[in-house]
C-alpha cells in the first residue's frame, strides 16, 4: 500500500516501457490488497491514491488525463464505500465492523495500561499482560501502536510514540508544497495510520520502506537562509 503513490506518478509520468510496468505492478498492488479482504486496507488505499493523484499531476496539468483521473477516483470511492458498508459474515451472523473485532482489543489494552499506567509491563508482553482483560483467545499485540507501547512502556513509552506521529506529521506538513515530498509523505504517513489498526510496525520490510520515505522527506526540508 506504501508503494501506491509512487507506483501511480510512474504509471502517469514515466514513457514508454517504464510506464507499462508501472501500471501492471499498481494494478498488481491493488488486486493485493483487494483480495485481502480488509476494508481498512481498502480505505487506506483510497487516502494513498487520492494523495498520490494529486502529486502525479503536478506540476503539469494535463486536462485529459485529470478526467481519466477523477472518473476513476470516483469510481474507487464508490467501491470501497459499497465495500465498506456491506455486512460482514461472522460467526454465523450479520454485522458490520470495519475494525473486524479491534474495538475489544483496544478497550483490552486500555483497561491493561490503567493498571499501571507509569512503568507498564515491559516489552513485548501485552498478550500476557492483557489476557485476563481480553477474555477467551488472547492476541499477542494491540493492533494499536501508541496503545500497545502504554502497555508495554507506560507513559514514557506512550509519549514517545505520540512524539514520532507528531514529528512526522510536522515533517510532512513543511515539505506539502513539493510534488515528491507529498508522493513520499503520503508512504510516511500511510504506514503510521496503519499502526492504529494494525501490528505493521513488527514487519522488517514496510518499516524499512517507511523509513526511507521519512528520511527523503527530512531531506526535502526547505533550508533556512544564511
Known amino acids: 500500500m506504501i ?24 494494478a498488481l498492488a491493488l488486486a493485493v ?17 487520492a494523495a498520490g493523484s494529486a502529486a502525479a499531476c503536478r506540476p503539469r496539468f494535463q486536462p485529459r488525463r485529470s478526467v481519466v483521473a477523477a472518473t476513476g477516483g470516483g469510481l474507487l470511492c464508490a467501491a470501497v464505500a459499497a465495500f465498506a458498508l456491506l455486512p460482514s459474515q ?22 491493561t495500561a490503567t493498571e499501571r499506567p507509569w512503568l507498564g509491563s515491559g516489552a513485548e508482553t501485552f498478550e500476557l499482560a492483557s489476557a ?45 508544497h513539493r510534488a515528491e515530498s507529498l508522493l513520499l509523505g ?18 522488517a520490510g514496510l518499516g524499512a520502506v517507511w523509513a526511507l520515505c521519512l528520511g527523503a522527506i527530512v531531506a526535502a526540508q526547505p533550508r533556512a537562509p544564511g
Open 90 to 111: 461472522s460467526n454465523g451472523s450479520l454485522d458490520v465492523d470495519i475494525t473486524h473485532g479491534r474495538t475489544g482489543t483496544w478497550s483490552a489494552a486500555v483497561a
Open 186 to 203: 503520503t508512504g510516511a504517513v500511510a504506514f503510521l495510520l496503519a499502526n492504529l489498526f494494525d501490528w505493521s510496525w513488527h514487519l
Open 3 to 26: 508503494a501506491l503513490p509512487g507506483l501511480l506518478w510512474g504509471a502517469v509520468r514515466l514513457p514508454g516501457f517504464p510506464r507499462a510496468a508501472a501500471i501492471a505492478a499498481l
Open 132 to 176: 485476563s482483560n481480553q477474555g477467551g483467545t488472547a492476541v499477542r499485540y494491540a493492533h494499536n501502536l501508541p496503545l500497545d507501547a502504554w502497555v508495554e512502556l507506560g507513559i514514557a513509552g506512550l509519549a514517545l510514540v505520540l512524539g514520532l506521529y507528531g514529528a512526522v506529521g510536522a515533517a510532512v506538513w513543511r515539505a506539502r
Open 33 to 49: 490488497v483487494v483480495l485481502s479482504g480488509s476494508r481498512l486496507q481498502l480505505v487506506l488505499a483510497l487516502l494513498v491514491l
